[in-house]
Structures are given as structure tokens and as C-alpha cells.
């Protein structure tokens, strides 16, 4: 039935809009970031109440939001996959930009670690973004992860305090933790009036004036003056703000000296030129389920950047290896990020653009800078959500989205072929969690083949991979909650029934000293022989440095076509794995020496030898055994806290320290991922259902001795079994 519903509503294409055509200075790519349910989607929602995209705020609650449209995420009410959508919003205050009509990308992104590749792309892609933290506790650990990555992508950032009006808000609390734990220099532009249900407005710090509601619903704030018991806090705030931000902006720097008055204009331009480079964050706070979502989007067209306020995009030139830049500019030759690939049931396969620099129509073709073909753009649609509008045309600065790309997937750069660049792609995190899947019938075979495939393409943190001695396929991913959704997928959209086993850690093999091998292949068998010989050294490399191959061959004991097919062995041996069956990781390689045969010698002889010249060398390399270790945090009420530290401990658990947020301490942990299947089960136990816990893979590290003897010995039961 979802399926069907899904069908019918990806079906309705709709006109295109006129209003669309903005200049590039009003125009915001923006992402709303977030720890798990600090009420990302909710602000989504009143947004695009407030901007009349909906009639209605839809709840998460209910079931009844715009960008959370899969059954999955509305039976679970979580954000699942990151769900872009297209609105407006009028300016009309004394701004540090110009008036008039703003549009605003979205791109709504889950909280949930699982899915931690929907925030990753959304965030290589977005010019600014909207943290959104629980104002009662602050930065949750999420938060600390999606800050870090939209760090590393350098996106501007403005913040807001949600859920101030629930019982436990504390509002200085939480802005102490956005120093403390992120280090960030940030300070309220806004401040509550009233706290917990009290709560019915804000004080704009910069306008000094007070903006109140009656109801949620109320889609009016009421402007009035600051009830004058805020009043010297108030002052007390701004000061503090105006003296934080002055020193981004000349004009505003030379006033603060000389003693003079700000203007609303000056405070504003100069938290605009901080906030676009990444050194100032302002914060917004109150509940966001109410009209102050209109104050959060002014904030959003003044203080966020357009993508001509940012740096021209750099990327190499794949024919010559030269950096160049493209100015972000319709007059441009034509550039774009594929960052999102999404099979849909109706349109086909979407593959979801971030254009750069120039324009691109429906019908033309494009280069693939990354496969280095040719690929042509069949449609061109615009995203609201599970909705699409057609195009004829998109413009630098848009995210939109591609029918009838073939080849082009998550990461690949798609540009004008005259002058072509190569984008920085993006990098995902590698699967800590696999578990076995076949189908339950014959029917079911060539349609699981086709659904693994496709959610693939969609998702660069699933993978999947066939033991050809089992003949199953392994499947593996993030967490147990991201497999989970997946094979719930098959089975709805893809009409496929499967069977899976239980979840298995996603161990890797490694090496802790150097080490030399020899392998050598020879068959003769009456014509032509097979001849490889090959020397390798391999050596250990630092904890995700990954894998490097190197030929020291010279004076032609080795040619150089059959160096390829050596390193071609080592890999799949590196795959397959030598200890246990899992990965080898972080190794580097050199092939030093080795001997050829005039006739006999082939590139099939030499992959093989290079394999055996691994696996010699790797026996006596020091081999162990590598185990994902994941960061946990519990949050519980007082009585629970020796329990759960007890439980922690019998998992082989480091506690890290603990901390007291209000009435709950938080237990803060670092544990081998092994040990923490079906852990919710056993926390709602221990504490009658009142503690919860954060997990997110942090690190690997050796697997103790007696526990890599044991995994060496079920493989070894295994191998005898098949046999």
C-alpha cells in the first residue's frame, strides 16, 4: 500500500513556477542540521508554513510532514533520507542585504548516525546551514558530529535553541555548551521571554524590540517593547554582541572605537561578513513550532551567503592536472557535483545536481569529468520533497535534479566537456555492521539482485559483496537500524522477500611489522605454460591511512605491463583476507624483484603471483585483528547510573567521565561495537525504560588476542564444513 502511495505522488509532476528566476545574490542553499530529534523536520515544516508552500504544519507526530514522506520515516518518526524542497520568503527590514523576494533551497537531513552519508553529501553541497540544538541539554553528541563535518566543509552556520518551552529548558546551559564542547565563538542575537511553558516570544537583540505569540498556531507575532524585567538583560546580551562582532566589519570597528552608536545596519553587517567566514555564530532561540520561525528566516537571507558571496569552486583540469577555479556564474562554462542518486518508481533513476558555475537544458549532453564520458541530461526537475517541477533550464547556485543519467552516481563531476574540471568528490565512512541475505524463493533471486543494486546506488554506505564459497550475499552498512530499513525497503518497494541472518561486526586485518614474500606461479601443461614471479614488501600504515601500491622494479626483471596485474592480486587478496576472511586494511605494498619468461609469462600468471607473494609475506607480518570501537553516550536519571556503568564495563566498555544536565547524568563511553548488539533491549531493562543512549562508530582498534584465537577457530570449524 505505501508503495502505492508513493507511486501516486511521485507522479504529480507539477508547471513550471515563473517566480523562480532570482538573481544569485537572493538565492540560499541551505541544509538544517542536527543531533536526533532536536526538531529538525519541525522547523522544516513551520518554514515552509510560514513561506505558504503548506496550508497546514504538518507533525512528525502524525505522520503528516512534507519532507519526511517515506512510510519508513513516518512509521518511526525519524528523518531518514535528506529531502530537498524549493520556497520563497520576502524581506522587508533595515538588512545588511537587500530587500525584496529571497529564494531558499532546503535540504532537511536526518539526526540518526545510520544515515550519517545523507548529512556528509548534503553538506559538501550547501552554502550555509541551520544547527538546530534541544535547549535543554545543549550539544548532544550528533551534534558534535554533524558541527565537525560542516567544519570540514567550511559551512557558514547560524544556530538555534528549540524546545525552550519544555519542562528542563535552560537556555544559558545550552549556550555554554556551544563554547565548551564545540569551541565555537558564538553568542544569542535573540534571548526567550519566559522559559518552559512560560515561554511566549523572543527579544531581538539587534532591533531591541520584543516579538510575543498568543497560540502556536498563530501565524502573527505582535510586536511590542522588551518587558522591562529583560530589559537590562537584554542590554547586557547585546553589548556583549556588538562587541564580538564589530571586528569583522571595518566601518562597525571604527564606530565601536570612537564610541559611537551601531545602527540595526551596522550590527547586522558585520554578523553577516562573520558569519560568511566562519568565524562568528549567531544564535536564535525559542520554540519552533510558532511564528518566530519568521525571525529564523530573515536570519537566514541576512546573516547566511548567496553563492557569489563564497570563493570560486577549485577542481583539477583532468587533461592537464592543473587547479583552476570557475567563477560561481551563469556566464560560466558549466559545472556540477552529483551528490544524491534516488531510484524512484515513477520517474526513474534521479541523480541530484549542485550546479557550480554556467547553465544546463533538458536535452543536452554533458561530460562526465570522473568516468570521462559523455552523458545526457534526458529532464531537469526542480525537488519539493517526493514532488517534482519540470524544467527547461538550471542555473548556477540551483540543486536540482537529473532524469536519464546513466553513469553518473554520488560524487562524480558532471561539466562542460570543452572545459572540463574535476570536483573534490565526497567521502563516506566505511560500513562498521554486515549481515547474510538471500531471497526466500526462486522468484525472489533476480529481483533481490536488482533492489540491492539500486539502494546501492542511492546509498555509498551500503555495500554489498558475494562469498563465492557460501554463495550468500553479504550486506553491510552503518548500523543495524540502516540494514533494517533497507531490507524493509525491498520487501515495499521492490515487492522482494528475503531472509537474513544475524548481525556481524565488520572486523578488517592488518599487519604490525615489515615483511618480505615471494610468490611464484608456474604451470606447464604440454602448449603455452603459465610463468609469474614476483617479490613484495609490505609495511604497516598509520590507523586509516589505507592501502598504497608502489613498483620498485628496474632494469626490466619485471615488464611494466604485468606490474598492473600484480597489484590487481594483492587487492583481491587484500579483500578476501588472510587471518579471518575480513578486509586487509592500511597496508603499504612494493614490488621490488621478480622474473619473467619470454613466452610463458601472462598478466592472469602474474595476478596470481602477486596474491601468493602477499599471503607468504603477510604470515610473517605480525597479523592481527582490527574491531570498530563506537562512541556511546547514556543519558539517565541518577539512581541507574552503577548499573548501566556496570553493563558498560562487562562489554569491555572505557568509561570516558560522566556529567550532570539537569536531572539526568550522562555516561560517556567508548565500546567495541561486538559487544553492543541488541543493547537498547537490555538499557531499557536495566533502568525500567528511563535511560536512552547515543552510538556512533568513533575509531578501530586490535581485537584482544583471546578473542582473534576464537574468531580464528569458528573460521577454521567453518572452512572444515564446507568441505
Not at 569551541?183 to 524590540?209: C, F, S, W, Y
Not at 558569519?275 to 510558532?290: E, M, Q, S, Y
Request: with cysteine; net charge negative; hydrophobic share 35%.
Amino acid at each position: 500500500m505505501a508503495a502505492e502511495v508513493r507511486k501516486k505522488k511521485s507522479a504529480m509532476v507539477m508547471e513550471v513556477t515563473k517566480d523562480r528566476d532570482v538573481a544569485l545574490d537572493k538565492i540560499r542553499n541551505i541544509g538544517i542540521i542536527a543531533h536526533i530529534d532536536a526538531g529538525k523536520t519541525t522547523t522544516t515544516e513551520r518554514i515552509l508554513f510560514e513561506t505558504g508552500k503548506t496550508y497546514k504544519q504538518g507533525s512528525v507526530d502524525e505522520g503528516t510532514t512534507v519532507t519526511d514522506w517515506m512510510a519508513q520515516e513516518r512509521e518511526r518518526g525519524i528523518t531518514i533520507v535528506s529531502a530537498a524542497i524549493t520556497t520563497f520568503w520576502e524581506l522587508k527590514s533595515p538588512s545588511s542585504v537587500e530587500n525584496g523576494k529571497y529564494r531558499v533551497n532546503i535540504i532537511d537531513t536526518p539526526g540518526h548516525i545510520d544515515f550519517t552519508a545523507e548529512v556528509e553529501r548534503s553538506l559538501r553541497v550547501l552554502d550555509g546551514a541551520i544547527m538546530v540544538f534541544d535547549g535543554r541539554t545543549g550539544v548532544e553528541s550528533q551534534s558534535e558530529t554533524v558541527w565537525r563535518q560542516a567544519d570540514r566543509y567550511k559551512v557558514p552556520r547560524i544556530c538555534i535553541l528549540n524546545k525552550l518551552n519544555l519542562i528542563g529548558a535552560d537556555f544559558e546551559g545550552s549556550i555554554k555548551s556551544i563554547e565548551d564542547r564545540l569551541g565555537a565563538n558564538a553568542t544569542p542575537i535573540q534571548i526567550p521571554i519566559g522559559i518552559e511553558h512560560d515561554l511566549r516570544g523572543v527579544v531581538d537583540l539587534i532591533k531591541m524590540k520584543a516579538y510575543t505569540y498568543e497560540k502556536i498556531e498563530d501565524s502573527k507575532l505582535k510586536e511590542e517593547e522588551i518587558p522591562a524585567d529583560l530589559k537590562e538583560e537584554a542590554e547586557k546580551y547585546r553589548e556583549n554582541l556588538i562587541e564580538k562582532v564589530a571586528e569583522y566589519d571595518d566601518g562597525a570597528l571604527a564606530k565601536y572605537l570612537d564610541g559611537e552608536k551601531l545602527t540595526e545596519a551596522d550590527i547586522k553587517k558585520a554578523i553577516r561578513k562573520g558569519v560568511i567566514a566562519g568565524k562568528f555564530f549567531p544564535i536564535l532561540g525559542g520554540d519552533n513550532r510558532t511564528a518566530t520561525a519568521q525571525l529564523l528566516l530573515d536570519a537566514v537571507l541576512e546573516y547566511l551567503p548567496s553563492p557569489i558571496d563564497l570563493a570560486a569552486i577549485e577542481g583539477e583540469n583532468p587533461k592537464t592536472g592543473k587547479i583552476e577555479k570557475r567563477e560561481r556564474k551563469n556566464e560560466e562554462a558549466f559545472s556540477a557535483l552529483a551528490f544524491k542518486v534516488v531510484t524512484d518508481p515513477h520517474v526513474g533513476r534521479l541523480v541530484y545536481l549542485r550546479i557550480y558555475s554556467g547553465t544546463v537544458q533538458a536535452g543536452q549532453t554533458v561530460y562526465n569529468a570522473t568516468k570521462q564520458n559523455q552523458e545526457r541530461i534526458g529532464k531537469l526537475v526542480l525537488l519539493h520533497a517526493d514532488q517534482r517541477e519540470l524544467l527547461d533550464e538550471a542555473y548556477a547556485g540551483e540543486i536540482v535534479a537529473a532524469v536519464g543519467v546513466k553513469e553518473t552516481t554520488t560524487g562524480h563531476t558532471l561539466c562542460d566537456a570543452g572545459q572540463p574540471i574535476l570536483l573534490e568528490s565526497i567521502r563516506f565512512p566505511d560500513p562498521v555492521i554486515s549481515l547474510a541475505i538471500e531471497p526466500a524463493t526462486k522468484s525472489d533471486q533476480e529481483r533481490l539482485g536488482l533492489a540491492l543494486q539500486k539502494l546501492s546506488d542511492e546509498d555509498p554506505t551500503f555495500k554489498i559483496k558475494s562469498d563465492h564459497e557460501t554463495g550468500q550475499t553479504i550486506i553491510s552498512g552503518m548500523g543495524e537500524l540502516q540494514l533494517e530499513i533497507l531490507v524493509d525497503r525491498m520487501k515495499r518497494e521492490f515487492d522482494v522477500d528475503a531472509r537474513t541472518g544475524a548481525p556481524q561486526v565488520a572486523y578488517k586485518e592488518t599487519i604490525k611489522t615489515i615483511a618480505k614474500g615471494e610468490g611464484k606461479y608456474i604451470r606447464q601443461t604440454g602448449g603455452r605454460g603459465q610463468y609469474g614471479h614476483c617479490l613484495l614488501r609490505i609495511e604497516p600504515q598509520g590507523r586509516g591511512e589505507g592501502y598504497e601500491f608502489k613498483s620498485e622494479i628496474k632494469g626490466g626483471t619485471i615488464p611494466s605491463e604485468y606490474i598492473p596485474a600484480i597489484e590487481k592480486g594483492v587487492r583481491e587478496k587484500m579483500e578476501k583476507g588472510i587471518l579471518t576472511g575480513f578486509p586487509m586494511v592500511d597496508i603499504k605494498v612494493a614490488v621490488y624483484d621478480g622474473s619473467f619468461h619470454d613466452v610463458d609469462s601472462s598478466e592472469i600468471a602474474f595476478k596470481i603471483a602477486g596474491s601468493l607473494a602477499l599471503e607468504e609475506a603477510a604470515k610473517h607480518a605480525d597479523m592481527v585483528l582490527l574491531e570498530p570501537i563506537m562512541k556511546i553516550e547514556v543519558s539517565t536519571p541518577d539512581e541507574f547510573m552503577g548499573d548501566i556503568i556496570g553493563d558498560l564495563s562487562s562489554k569491555r566498555a572505557q568509561i570516558q567521565g560522566t556529567e550532570k544536565k539537569g536531572k539526568l547524568v550522562i555516561i560517556n563511553a567508548q565500546a567495541p561495537l561486538a559487544g553492543m548488539s541488541g543493547y537498547a533491549t537490555k538499557l531499557r531493562s536495566i533502568s525500567q525504560g528511563r535511560a536512552s543512549f547515543y552510538m556512533e562508530p568513533s575509531h578501530y582498534e586490535e581485537v584482544p588476542k583471546n578473542i582473534t584465537e576464537t574468531l580464528i577457530s569458528k573460521k577454521i570449524d567453518a572452512d572444515q564444513e564446507k568441505k
